[in-house]
């Protein structure tokens, strides 16, 4: 456990950094961002977690239908997701070449897309499907070996935009279509993950609805990280 004691730390970044369990005492902090996953935060003795997510909640409603066990709301939040993203991309297209720059050392537009061409493949098809076909090689996974380019992926690729989007679209219709027919019985049955060593294998043991839920959440995440960035860069 590393201690910091009478330390400047103005302007420090901790990226990708596990702080379960850290402690600040008698610090100053002033336009500070924290943006990951955050649970039980006291702030001067105050839990302040269920004050986040219901504001959260209160701006983007979409994230109460992600939650939900009814198979409807689950069906209009893919369709909600579906749209945002649709008016993103629009917005994107207005701008040429602005889906391949980054900012803040975040992905490009055109990566977070194809970050969720491999999310759709991995926790979609494999999870709630049970698929062992191989994933779309424009797909970007983990950075951990031995995942970075297993499977069907290729780094090497730099697909342009229509073409991730086109991706993107067969795969939010194959969900759509998938969300039609699907019971409340079949979301909360044991996900048939495959038994092998395709990511991601700490799946096994959750239903389909928790992956699903994974599937919707880092479309949703996703979203919101690409807007942020988008708006940086044109301003």
Same mark, same amino acid.
């Given at each position: 456990?590393?201690?910091?004691?009478?330390?400047?730390? #103005?302007?420090?970044?901790?990226?990708?950094?596990?702080?379960?369990?850290?402690?600040?005492?008698?610090?100053?902090? !002033?336009?500070?961002?924290?943006?990951?996953?955050?649970?039980?935060?006291?702030?001067?003795?105050?839990?302040?977690?269920?004050?986040?997510?219901?504001?959260?909640?209160?701006?983007?409603?979409?994230?109460?239908?992600?939650?939900?066990?009814?198979?409807?709301?689950?069906?209009?939040?893919?369709?909600?997701?579906?749209?945002?993203?649709?008016? @993103?991309?629009?917005?994107?297209?207005?701008?040429?070449?602005?889906?391949?720059?980054?900012?803040?050392?975040?992905?490009?537009?055109? !990566?977070?897309?194809? #970050?969720?061409?491999?999310?759709?493949?991995?926790?979609?098809?494999?999870?709630? /499907?049970?698929? @062992?076909?191989?994933?779309? %090689?424009?797909?970007?996974?983990?950075?951990?070996?031995?995942?970075?380019?297993? #499977?069907?992926?290729?780094?090497?690729?730099?697909?342009?935009?229509? *073409?991730?989007?086109?991706?993107?679209?067969?795969?939010?219709?194959?969900?759509?279509?998938? /969300?039609?027919?699907?019971?409340?019985? !079949?979301?909360?049955? %044991?996900?048939?993950?495959?038994?092998?060593?395709?990511? %991601?294998?700490?799946?096994?043991?959750?239903?389909?609805? !928790?992956?699903?839920? @994974?599937?919707?959440?880092?479309?949703? *995440?996703? #979203?919101?990280?690409?807007?942020?960035?988008?708006?940086?860069?044109?301003?």
């Amino acid at each position: 456990m590393k201690r910091y004691v009478d330390e400047d730390l #103005h302007g420090a970044e901790f990226r990708e950094c596990d702080l379960t369990g850290a402690r600040l005492i008698g610090v100053v902090m !002033q336009d500070t961002v924290i943006d990951g996953l955050v649970s039980n935060l006291v702030v001067n003795g105050v839990e302040v977690g269920e004050y986040v997510e219901a504001e959260l909640d209160r701006r983007h409603p979409v994230r109460v239908l992600i939650r939900s066990e009814d198979p409807a709301d689950l069906r209009e939040a893919a369709r909600q997701l579906r749209e945002g993203w649709a008016a @993103t991309v629009e917005g994107i297209r207005r701008t040429p070449g602005i889906e391949g720059r980054s900012v803040n050392d975040e992905w490009s537009a055109a !990566q977070t897309m194809r #970050h969720l061409v491999f999310v759709h493949d991995s926790w979609f098809r494999r999870c709630c /499907l049970g698929s @062992t076909e191989l994933f779309t %090689p424009m797909g970007i996974g983990p950075d951990v070996e031995p995942y970075r380019e297993a #499977h069907g992926l290729d780094r090497s690729l730099d697909p342009s935009l229509d *073409e991730i989007v086109r991706v993107r679209d067969a795969q939010a219709a194959e969900l759509e279509a998938w /969300l039609d027919e699907v019971t409340a019985a !079949q979301l909360a049955a %044991p996900a048939p993950v495959p038994e092998d060593d395709v990511w %991601p294998p700490y799946a096994r043991g959750r239903s389909v609805r !928790q992956c699903l839920r @994974t599937v919707l959440n880092e479309t949703f *995440e996703h #979203h919101g990280f690409c807007v942020r960035d988008l708006d940086l860069i044109e301003a």
